[in-house]
C-alpha cells in the first residue's frame, strides 16, 4: 500500500507521503559528470528509485542534481502527472524566478509541484525580510512556475515573521527529524500543525545509521517493534521502515534515499507497515529518553 498523499490547509495539491531525495552524499561529494552534464550515479539512482515505485522526488539548487535527476524522471517514461517535483532555492533567492527557469529546464519540466525557501539563512544572506522573500515565492505560483509554496528549516519565529503578510499559506516545512530530536522539535511541529502547514521530515534514519546516535535507548524499541510487527504481519520488517511507517502515522511527509534498489523497496513497502498508538508511543518514549541522555546531536542543517 502505498504512503498516503498529504493534503495542506492552503495548498492546491496533495504531497505523496514518500519522497526520493536527490541530495544526500550528492550533495556533500558530486559525482563525476557525462558530456550531457549529467551524473551517472545519480542518474541510474534515480531511475531504479522510479522502478521501485518513488512517485515524489526532493531536489535543491544547493545539490547541482537537476540534470541528473531530470534526466532520469524523462527516461523514466512515467507520465507527468503522477509525478510529484519538489525543489528548493537557497543562494539564488535573490533572482529566484530566473533560478526556478534555469531548474525546471535542466530537469525538463514546465512546472514544479512544490517549491520550497531552503533555510530562513538564505533569506538573511539575501537580504530581505522574510515576508519579501515569500512574497517573491507567491510569484511563482502567480507566473505558473510551481503548483505550490513552502519552507524548509524554520523555526515558529522564522514563521511568525512570514505569515501575517502571506497571500498563500505554506503547504509544508521540511525539518531534520528523528526520534532524538522529535521532543525539541515538538513546538515547531504543533505551530505548523495547528496552521494546516505539513511537517516532511529528513534525515529519520539518523538514530540508527549515525555513530553519534546508535547505542542508545531506540534500538531494542524498534527491534522489539520489527518482532511484533513479524508476529501479526508473518513479514519481516527492518528498524528504517519501522522510522518511515512513525513518520507516517505522525501525518508526516518522510525523505528518504539510497542508490540500492533493494533497500529503495524497502522503503517503498514500509507503507504497508501500520503501527499502533503503543508502538508509536514507545518509539517517542525512547526518543525522549535518548534525548535527555544527550542523543539527537546529528543534523546537516541547523
Known amino acids: 500500500m502505498p504512503f498516503p ?96 527557469k534555469r531548474q525546471l529546464g535542466e530537469m525538463r519540466l514546465d512546472q514544479f509541484d512544490l517549491f520550497l525557501i531552503h533555510t530562513p539563512r538564505a533569506v538573511v544572506a539575501a537580504g530581505l525580510t522574510q515576508a519579501e522573500a515569500w512574497a517573491r515565492l507567491e510569484g511563482l505560483v502567480d507566473k505558473g512556475l510551481t503548483k505550490a509554496i513552502g519552507v524548509s528549516n524554520y523555526t515558529p519565529a522564522d514563521l511568525d515573521a512570514l505569515l501575517p503578510s502571506a497571500r498563500i499559506l505554506p503547504t509544508l516545512n521540511q525539518m531534520s527529524l528523528y526520534p532524538y530530536t522529535y ?30 546516535e546508535q547505542g542508545g535507548p531506540l534500538d531494542p524499541v524498534l527491534e522489539r517493534i520489527v518482532d511484533e510487527l513479524e508476529g501479526t504481519s508473518g513479514r519481516r520488517w527492518t528498524p528504517g521502515q519501522v522510522l518511515l511507517a512513525w513518520a507516517s502515522a505522525k501525518g508526516w511527509v518522510a525523505v528518504t534515499t539510497s542508490s540500492k534498489r533493494e533497500r529503495q523497496e524497502e522503503y517503498v513497502a514500509a507503507g504497508d507497515i501500520a503501527l499502533t498508538k503503543e508502538q508509536v508511543d514507545a518509539i517517542d518514549r525512547a526518543g525522549k529518553e535518548g534525548a535527555e541522555r544527550g542523543f539527537g546531536t546529528y543534523t546537516s542543517w541547523s
Open 5 to 100: 498523499a498529504l493534503a495542506a490547509a492552503g495548498s492546491p495539491v496533495p504531497v505523496p507521503g514518500l519522497a526520493f531525495g536527490s541530495g544526500s552524499t550528492w550533495r556533500t561529494k558530486p559525482r563525476p559528470l557525462s558530456d550531457d552534464g549529467t551524473a551517472p550515479e545519480v542518474v541510474e539512482a534515480v531511475a531504479s528509485a522510479v522502478a521501485a515505485g518513488f512517485r515524489h522526488f526532493d531536489c535543491a539548487e544547493d545539490y547541482k542534481t537537476e540534470r541528473s535527476l531530470g534526466a532520469a524522471l524523462a527516461a523514466a517514461g512515467v507520465p507527468r502527472d503522477e509525478l510529484f517535483v519538489t525543489s528548493k532555492v537557497y543562494r539564488a533567492l535573490p533572482r529566484v524566478e530566473d533560478d526556478v
Open 183 to 212: 521532543h525539541r522539535k515538538l513546538a515547531t511541529i504543533e505551530y505548523c500543525e495547528s496552521r494546516g502547514i505539513l511537517i516532511e521530515a529528513y534525515e529519520l534514519a539518523s538514530s540508527i545509521i549515525r555513530p553519534s
